[in-house]
């Protein structure tokens, strides 16, 4: 669906699922996500690649299962008689640049983004640098049915040295013309993949850094930290004297801002920032802008005001990513800080939209007094269920309901009920004129939930 939402209700049923969610394979290390599981499943989407000898790299988050799961992965690559070549700790998008970089036939990367330590996850892309397509997750699963094919010669593990190094050079590529000298800049890496990362792109562009969250121990991952947790960096910056904040989640493929009030800027309003900005600099390939159905009604109004197209998604990275290769456009989002733009990596890449961030606002920008868009007050409670089963039965039970608040917003807000495709949650978001209606009408929604939940 495109431009701006019709009417108030999106009511999303649970995406059919069995192993592969919308953004992998995801959950507990070593029970759900064992290593067993995760060599089978390098072993099967291995032996799918027409290349003789496939060359897979492998990156991971700072999570103490991940060098578990990484000999797995590794393992099952070379059983498949492939190549595999390890990048050691790395943002989610330095997977897809590296991919382009160096010609690899598959990229894995082993992290669960946000969620906390205790999870892990194993997420592909192809030779394209894309994530795998339904089709392809499908062809994987159906594999692991059968018992792999014996195999006289097998494949190799190595490391792949400098993929940081490499990564760091194409964001001071992109981004050469942007001089932070004099900016103080505070970065809440949520003791993940960026912790090295991000800091040190931020000095070479000249910025003063002051860092958070950049010790990880492999259990503190997301630990009240990063895009999940943005009330100590908010602080922070607040207390500080900073000219702006970034809090990165786990993997690095998000961000949120903070400016130097201590106040929370989303994902909507920095990509509304960053359409702005390449409109006028003529670098927003077809002059539009992919969205999903969560992003805030005030962006699509001032995207309308600025003539900027706008294509409306199912939640989930991958569905803004199928929107803008359908569209051949390069700018896209989520509210989550999940940002991409295509003419740097075909992934969201929190590193980069913090420096676009900052080159859309110039060299005396002030994020604080940002002009991009108006937001309509917004309210989103996630309602946990006992298990993903729970989901769509209880999104059904009070669609009743949903109507009833949606007739009552009717041109004036909107309300979406969406069962979560990562974790047994079912979020509920309401959109109204002030913040006490959005307040109230969500309120009612989230206990006729708890209700139909027997809770």
Not at 124 to 150: N, T, V
Not at 181 to 208: K, M, Q, V, W
Not at 378 to 390: I, S
Request: charged content about 20%.
């Amino acid at each position: 669906m495109d431009g701006a939402p019709e009417g108030a209700v999106h009511t999303a049923p649970a995406p059919a699922r069995t192993l592969f969610g919308t953004d992998g394979v995801r959950g507990v290390a070593g029970e759900f996500l064992s290593a067993e599981l995760a060599l089978a499943l390098a072993r099967a989407a291995t032996e799918r690649l027409e290349a003789e000898r496939p060359r897979v790299l492998i990156i991971r988050d700072t999570r103490e299962s991940g060098p578990m799961l990484e000999a797995a992965v590794a393992a099952g690559v070379a059983a498949a008689g492939g190549e595999a070549l390890l990048g050691g700790v790395l943002p989610t998008p330095g997977a897809p640049l590296l991919i382009g970089r160096y010609g690899f036939d598959l990229g894995v990367v082993l992290s669960a983004s946000h969620n906390p330590y205790e999870d892990n996850g194993v997420k592909c892309f192809g030779g394209d640098g894309f994530k795998l397509s339904d089709a392809a997750e499908h062809e994987i699963e159906q594999a692991l049915a059968a018992p792999p094919a014996p195999r006289r010669e097998v494949g190799g593990v190595g490391p792949l040295h400098g993929a940081l190094e490499d990564y760091l050079r194409a964001l001071h590529e992109r981004f050469a013309g942007l001089d932070l000298s004099g900016r103080r800049i505070a970065l809440d890496c949520a003791n993940g993949a960026t912790h090295r990362a991000a800091p040190e792109i931020f000095r070479r562009l000249g910025a003063e850094v002051d860092v958070l969250a950049a010790e990880p121990d492999g259990r503190n991952i997301n630990a009240g930290c990063g895009s999940t947790h943005t009330e100590t960096l908010a602080a922070h910056v607040a207390a500080g004297g900073h000219d702006a904040g970034f809090a990165f989640d786990g993997d690095g493929d998000r961000v949120l801002a903070v400016d130097r009030t201590g106040a929370v800027v989303d994902g909507d309003e920095l990509i509304a920032l960053a359409a702005l900005h390449l409109r006028a600099q003529d670098q927003l390939p077809g002059g539009g802008v992919a969205v999903t159905v969560m992003t805030n009604y005030g962006f699509h109004t001032a995207m309308a005001d600025a003539q900027v197209e706008v294509a409306t998604t199912p939640v989930g990275d991958r569905y803004v990513l199928e929107a803008l290769r359908e569209r051949g456009w390069a700018l896209g989002g989520e509210q989550s800080g999940h940002i991409i733009d295509m003419s740097f990596v075909p992934s969201g890449d929190g590193i980069a939209a913090a420096l676009l961030s900052l080159e859309a606002l110039g060299r005396d920008g002030d994020l604080a007094r940002r002009s991009a868009m108006a937001k309509l007050p917004q309210r989103l409670v996630n309602v946990r269920m006992a298990d993903r089963e729970a989901l769509a039965g209880a999104a059904a039970a009070i669609a009743g309901d949903v109507e009833e608040a949606a007739a009552g917003l009717q041109g004036r807000g909107r309300v979406l009920v969406r069962p979560s495709g990562t974790e047994p949650l079912v979020r509920v978001m309401v959109e109204a004129p002030t913040a006490g209606e959005a307040d109230a009408v969500c309120e009612r929604l989230v206990a006729a939930l708890g209700s139909a939940a027997g809770g």
